[in-house]
Every structure is written in structure tokens, then in C-alpha cells.
């Protein structure tokens, strides 16, 4: 379903570093280089979507069980889903079925800053997908954290609305659609 404008998927991280260096630091951020890929794309962007949540995977499943996309006047964009899982190594955050949910649904990609597990399922998958690391371990179900607010990931401010950029050289977040 990923029907994102070319530039989206004709980017290179460096070349928008490059290309927007004066904006580093306030308008472009870069996530540390803590992130490995699990999903099956490697380079994906769009705006972001935010969940907060700790070891409680509900509001991810919420979230990746909705339309993953925005209709725009450049056409329907797909859009990244954020997770701010407190760097937690105890609970993985996502799994195959959250992520087939998540292709079925249209979005372009998720951020963990935690775990995710099912790692042969997701690397099958056409999505992208980065996390700290994988962990066999599911979450317990309680309903608890938040949506749509700005989080902090590894340092980094992430807010709803801003753009992600990911692909085999990192993760920039911007708070605008960068053209390199």
C-alpha cells in the first residue's frame, strides 16, 4: 500500500545531513546509532506518529491496527509509528502480528526504543523496523500509556508531526518533509 511520493523513498540520511547541515541540532535531529533493522525495508520515512508505553504493548497495538497513512496534496503519504518504550530490554514491544497489522495497514515503519520479537516473521515482512535489540518475552496487557505526545528517544525529542528519515546509515528526525 505504500503509495509515498518518490522522494521518500529516494533519499539517502547523508545526503540530507549534508544538504541540511545549518538545520542540525534544532529543526534536524540524528537518533545515536543504537538501532538495528528487523523489518524486511531498510529505507523508509514519513511523518511520525508517537506512543509512550512501558513493557505494555496496548496503545502499539491501537495504533498499528489503524490506517497507517495521511492524505496529502502531494498524495497519500505513509507514516512511521515512534514507540518510546523507556529503552526497556525486559518486554518485547512488537512482534510479527503487530507488524503484519502494521503492513496491512499501510505504515511505512516503526521505531522501538525497546524490544520487538519474532525477528525471522519480521524480516520477512515489507515494513521497516528498528529496535534496540529482540527478546522472546511478549508485554502483559494493562491499557497504559499515551499517544500522540512528544517523547524522548535515546536524547532525542520526537514529536508527533515531525518527519523520520531511516535507512542503512541511521535515523534523522526532522520537524518538516526534507528534500535533499
Not at 540524528?30 to 533493522?37: G, N
Not at 529482540?134 to 499517544?147: A, C, D, H, V
Not at 520526537?158 to 531511516?166: M, T
Amino acid at each position: 500500500m505504500n503509495s509515498s511520493p518518490n522522494f521518500l523513498v529516494s533519499f539517502s540520511t547523508c545526503d540530507l545531513c549534508d544538504g541540511h547541515k545549518t538545520q542540525l541540532g534544532e529543526a534536524l535531529r540524528v537518533l545515536p546509532p543504537v538501532f538495528k533493522a528487523y523489518g524486511g525495508q531498510v529505507k523508509f520515512a514519513g511523518p511520525v506518529v508517537t506512543v509512550r508505553c512501558f513493557e505494555d504493548n496496548s496503545l502499539v497495538k491501537a495504533a498499528l491496527d489503524e490506517p497507517g497513512w495521511l492524505d496529502t496534496p502531494a498524495g497519500r503519504v505513509a507514516c512511521v509509528l515512534v514507540v518510546d518504550g523507556g529503552a526497556s530490554l525486559r518486554r518485547a514491544l512488537v512482534g510479527g502480528n503487530l507488524a503484519a497489522a502494521a503492513v496491512r495497514n499501510g505504515w511505512a515503519g516503526v521505531v522501538v526504543d525497546g524490544c520487538i520479537r519474532d525477528v525471522a516473521e519480521l524480516a520477512a515482512l515489507p515494513l521497516g523496523l528498528r529496535a534496540l535489540a529482540s527478546l522472546p518475552l511478549p508485554t502483559e496487557k494493562r491499557n497504559q500509556g499515551e499517544r500522540g505526545v512528544a517523547v524522548q528517544i535515546q536524547g532525542v525529542w520526537v514529536r508527533p508531526g515531525d518527519w523520520l528519515y531511516a535507512d542503512e546509515d541511521g535515523i534523522l528526525v526532522s520537524d518538516q518533509a526534507l528534500h535533499a
